[in-house]
């Protein structure tokens, strides 16, 4: 009897899990970095591949094909033509909607399924070691004698966080933005080797690019655009204490192709939330100097509107918006 | 004598079996990237990434230097035999290469670039272990002022001379110039010249132009020029052993190649700068110059070590200040952080041991690599004694798949043969297609760091005649027209007088 009901228990439990025929996912997942190997981007997919694998949270692989060109356009505009389909996600950044104010292209945020953001990393100005300036405030102050008199360095072309990192805290301190010297190098590999050589008098870039020199004592950096300080950079004042107004985050957010069939927005918004959970993740993002900035889709689309709508106001100061069409 | 004692224990670390064999596969994989135009070492080394969650760190970083150094050798092998240079370094490769092929040399000059890669590579690890520190600290005097001159400098020497015709020469670079400015201006974030069409936004890549500027274009010369001898035309494999006087012919443009090569190799843009200076010194000190372009062993031997040295030297700025220069060192550097590392001004000294398996596993790696590219001589010259009718097909499959590796578009193949064309007709015109490459390599780099140069100027032109490396490279350069003028009027007034 008791057999006969354990046997039947048996039964009942193996047939419980019975996939529904069309149980999500039933293929591989393109994972699409909008950048090139060796990219920040690129870095995020490989990732989060890895910590897929080392959680055993892939029910299916991941097939990382990165689709940089375009300043990552090609990475949205491959996503377009998979609309409706739920087997592609992009990894990208703010500039989904920088490209789009100045024109590069013609898919906004209406043409993309935003999953979550899963990464930020804050924005510095840094100068060498031996540079007059000990303060972003003298940095500030030189700039209101005359906005031309600094030229700053930023690791991309504008517009990019790396620039807006200049723009934002000059506009703050009612410098006019539109007389700044701002010039871009080829990658923060050029950048870092442009301030470390004394050529850029004050760069802007991201942490993780200089933290290397930062902790060897070779650059200091002057201030941060994180909310709070770092405790990464104890010693380094955020804009706000600074008192100056801003806030900049450069983050790396996933996202489906335009409408994602729900299930699949539904499978993957859980996903990413366990994997931000786990330890290899955090690992992961402490190895790479990457701050946790985990955001579930809701949170992420609020928050992608309220920048569009600041960057639109900036690009306008700049004059880089396009003609409306 | 402490380097060698730490080089010895390195040297015992990368020859356990799980390293040795690290090395080798990563050795056989990058010299078949090398060969595959369109895959370069980067992308391959990013594919590895997943692999190294299950070997050590020691034994992955050992296979991704095989794959970056088996590149560089692979690199000759399609620029000598199907003049399809894989990547801007060995543009220089197949401008001599290839003739020599034609001229059943194809053997010889495989096996001086196999072995001038070997000299280059070895050679260039040695200073990397020497003098990586103090030519960091030089690589960083280096701003946009030095870059542009240096440029420039890079351009007049290795352009005017492969032509004639100056005024020819100058025209193809400025065809190549146009073409650099393709894609998003890196100073405004606009568009020039896109028209609209996303895949030239990030403008035109150097492979796209040099596949189709030698490739299709030589096949297009061969469909135009070939009439009536269909069929049974072919090069001729001939012998692959240099001579005595061949190998005299070398030595000297391969030490000079593997200075210049490693050089540059700190510096942005190194691999492809260090080929072209290489090639260009050669000609000029060269008694015979009339004979580069159509088949000088030196040409073959310099640029080749040249572009291997640089390897050693690209490593330095990674190393010794965490600066990746290169998408390749981009992609190590990610590697190097995975495992928690951090290449920066201390790693050399925090992770010595794990720095000197490395530093000697490129000894190792470069062994191997003749050992294994120098008999693969024989075999491939072979491809030479395929019927011209039958080979130039193949010639063409290969360079649009090429084209289609970049970034599997579609767009870039039809680019392939739009450059095919360019250079067919400028060749038909008598216009030397080499300068366009040069052009196009050479040419962002020229235009943004004068642009960065006056941006950052406080006394605007001036700042090229200030600043002492910029004044010493434009000097250099004006020695080098006023040279060339003054020979030129001795040869008319030698030509009138006769």
Redesign the interface.
């Known amino acids: 009897m008791v057999h006969r009901l354990a046997l039947s228990l048996a039964l009942l439990l193996a047939a419980l899990p019975a996939p529904s025929p069309a149980a999500y996912p039933t293929q591989p997942i393109e994972l699409i970095p909008a950048g090139d190997p060796g990219g920040g981007l690129d870095l995020h997919a490989r990732m989060v591949e890895m910590v897929f694998q080392q959680e055993k949270l892939a029910d299916k692989p991941f097939t990382v094909i990165n689709k940089g060109a375009g300043g990552g356009n090609a990475a949205t505009a491959y996503m377009v033509t998979k609309k409706g389909e739920g087997y592609q996600l992009q990894i990208n950044t703010n500039r989904v909607l920088l490209n789009a104010l100045k024109g590069t292209t013609k898919h906004t945020l209406k043409d993309m399924t935003p999953i979550a953001r899963l990464t930020a990393e804050y924005e510095i100005w840094v100068v060498r070691a031996d540079s007059p300036f000990k303060s972003a405030r003298d940095v500030i102050a030189r700039l209101k004698e005359n906005p031309a008199s600094i030229a700053f360095g930023i690791g991309t072309a504008p517009p990019a966080t790396d620039h807006l990192n200049v723009i934002m805290p000059a506009k703050a301190s009612g410098i006019d933005v539109t007389r700044l010297k701002v010039v871009a190098f080829r990658g923060a590999g050029d950048l870092a080797t442009q301030i470390l050589g004394g050529h850029v008098a004050v760069g802007s870039t991201s942490i993780s690019e200089l933290i290397a020199n930062i902790d060897a004592g070779k650059l200091r950096p002057l201030a941060v655009s994180a909310p709070h300080r770092l405790e990464r950079m104890k010693e380094v004042p955020t804009w706000k204490e600074l008192g100056v107004d801003v806030e900049l985050a450069h983050w790396r957010g996933v996202f489906g192709p335009p409408e994602m069939p729900r299930e699949a927005q539904e499978y993957w918004q859980k996903k990413f939330a366990q994997m931000a959970g786990t330890r290899s993740w955090k690992e992961a993002l402490a190895k790479n100097e990457l701050m946790d900035a985990f955001a579930p889709a809701e949170q992420f689309q609020k928050e992608l509107e309220r920048d569009n709508v600041q960057f639109r106001e900036l690009l306008g100061t700049l004059g880089m918006l396009a003609p409306a069409p | 004598m402490e380097i060698l004692t730490q080089l010895l224990a390195g040297l015992g670390g990368a020859m356990t079996g799980a390293n040795l064999l690290a090395c080798l596969v990563g050795c056989l994989l990058g010299t078949i990237v090398g060969v595959l135009p369109g895959i370069g070492p ?2 391959t ?2 594919l590895l ?2 692999v190294a ?1 299950v070997i050590t760190p020691t034994s992955s970083l050992i296979m991704m230097l095989g794959v970056y150094a088996g590149a560089m050798y692979g690199g000759a092998l399609t620029s000598i035999l199907v003049n399809i240079p894989g990547e801007a370094s060995s543009v220089m490769t197949a401008v001599d290469g290839y003739q020599m092929a034609k001229q059943g040399k194809g053997g010889v000059a495989l096996v001086v670039s196999q072995v001038g890669s070997f000299i280059g590579g070895t050679l260039s690890i040695v200073g990397l272990m020497l003098i990586a520190r103090p030519l960091a600290d030089f ?6 002022a030095e870059y542009f001159s240096l440029m420039a400098f890079a351009l007049v020497l290795a352009s005017t001379l492969v032509s004639d015709s100056p005024l020819r020469g100058i025209i193809g670079v400025v065809v190549g110039l146009l073409v650099a400015t393709v894609g ?6 606009v ?1 020039r010249f896109a028209f609209d069409i ?2 030239l ?2 403008g035109i890549e150097d492979v796209i132009v040099i596949i189709g500027v030698f490739g299709v274009s030589e096949v297009l010369w061969y469909l135009a020029t070939s009439r009536g001898r269909e069929g049974t035309e072919k090069m001729d494999a001939g012998r692959w052993k240099p001579t005595a006087a061949e190998w005299r012919q070398s030595g000297w443009p391969m030490v000079r190649g593997t200075l210049v090569g490693f050089f540059t190799g700190v510096l ?1 843009a190194g691999a492809s700068l260090g080929s072209f200076l290489a090639y260009g010194l050669e000609r000029r000190l060269s008694r015979t110059p009339e004979r580069f372009g159509k088949g000088a062993i030196e040409g073959v031997a310099s640029c080749e070590t040249a572009n291997n040295a640089s390897t050693g030297g690209a490593l330095i ?1 990674l190393l010794t ?5 290169s ?5 190590l ?2 590697v190097l ?4 590392l ?5 790693l050399m000294v925090e992770q010595a041991g794990l720095m000197w398996t490395v530093i000697a596993s490129m000894y190792v790696a470069n062994v191997l690599l003749l050992i294994l590219n120098l008999p693969a001589v024989g075999l491939f010259v072979q491809i030479l004694k395929i019927p011209l009718t039958f080979l130039m097909p193949i010639v063409l499959v290969f360079a649009s798949v090429g084209a289609l590796a970049l ?3 579609l767009f870039d193949i039809g680019l392939v043969f739009a450059f095919g064309v360019l250079g067919f007709g400028m060749r038909w015109l008598g216009f030397p297609t080499v300068s366009v490459v040069l052009g196009v390599v050479l040419g ?2 020229l235009e ?1 760091s004068l642009r ?1 140069a006056l ?2 100027s406080d006394n605007g032109p001036l700042t090229f005649v200030t600043k002492p490396i910029s004044l010493f490279f434009l000097l250099l350069t004006a020695a080098l027209v006023g040279l060339d003028l003054l020979a030129r009027r001795r040869g008319h007034q030698a030509g009138e007088a006769a």
Request: charged share 10%; hydrophobic share 35%; proline share 14%.
């Open positions: 980067s992308a080394v990013a990434i997943p969650y690589a960083l005097r280096f701003g946009p998003t201006d890196l100073q405004t974030g568009p996303p895949e936004l990030d942005a700025p200040l965490g600066i990746p220069l998408g390749t060192t981009a992609v550097l990610s952080l995975m495992y928690g951090r290449p920066g001004p201390n970034n599997n578009n962002e780099r943004q960065q941006m950052m």
